[in-house]
């Protein structure tokens, strides 16, 4: 199944449809922006909440917890980054199954894997549309709510990360170095 996801082009708060490749709507993404926390909601084309997504409070770093009827499903962090690569780990629930994503997130190719075993690709290089991507879900019984939740939150963290360095390098700028000396 492919879905494809209009990227957020004004940022947190804002909402946007996933649609099928026949482009009929199939998921809202409805952005909280008056909530101390980052908060999303996936909804299907009736308004009913399908996935509720919100950053976690007081994590030694940027974490986002995915729940389904007000019960824990799914935490995400980033697990190790590499030049090239975002790695991002997502322990499911039940304590035992863990999901990875690695790949070039910020340019929305990457993977998701389950022990080896691809789950879903995201991808724009094969699309003409700007500002889009496609979520391809690769297993039929896959939990299709569950993977466009982590490809949002994946690329909500990696986008949070770029700006906090970007605002760093902004601070940090002038020829000045990270002690504030010249350099």
């Not at 389904?68 to 499911?92: F, Q, W």
Request: one cysteine or more.
């Amino acid at each position: 199944m492919r879905l494809l996801v209009r990227d957020r082009l004004l940022g947190f708060g804002d909402d946007y449809w996933i649609e099928d490749d026949r482009g009929n709507k199939v998921y809202l993404v409805d952005g909280k922006s008056m909530r101390l926390r980052d908060t999303f909601e996936l909804k299907d084309t009736r308004g009913r909440v399908l996935i509720d997504i919100h950053q976690k409070m007081f994590a030694l770093r940027d974490t986002m917890v995915i729940e389904r009827d007000g019960e824990p499903l799914a935490t995400i962090r980033r697990k190790r980054l590499s030049l090239l690569r975002n790695h991002y780990r997502v322990a499911l629930a039940d304590g035992r199954t863990e999901l990875d994503v690695s790949g070039r997130i910020l340019d929305r190719e990457f993977a998701v894997e389950y022990d080896g075993e691809l789950l879903a690709v995201v991808s724009r290089r094969l699309l003409h549309v700007r500002e889009t991507y496609s979520v391809d879900i690769v297993r039929e019984d896959a939990d299709t709510a569950l993977l466009i939740a982590v490809a949002v939150c994946v690329i909500h963290l990696a986008d949070k990360e770029r700006e906090g360095k970007e605002r760093e390098d902004r601070e940090n700028g002038d020829g000045e170095g990270r002690d504030g000396k010249d350099g």
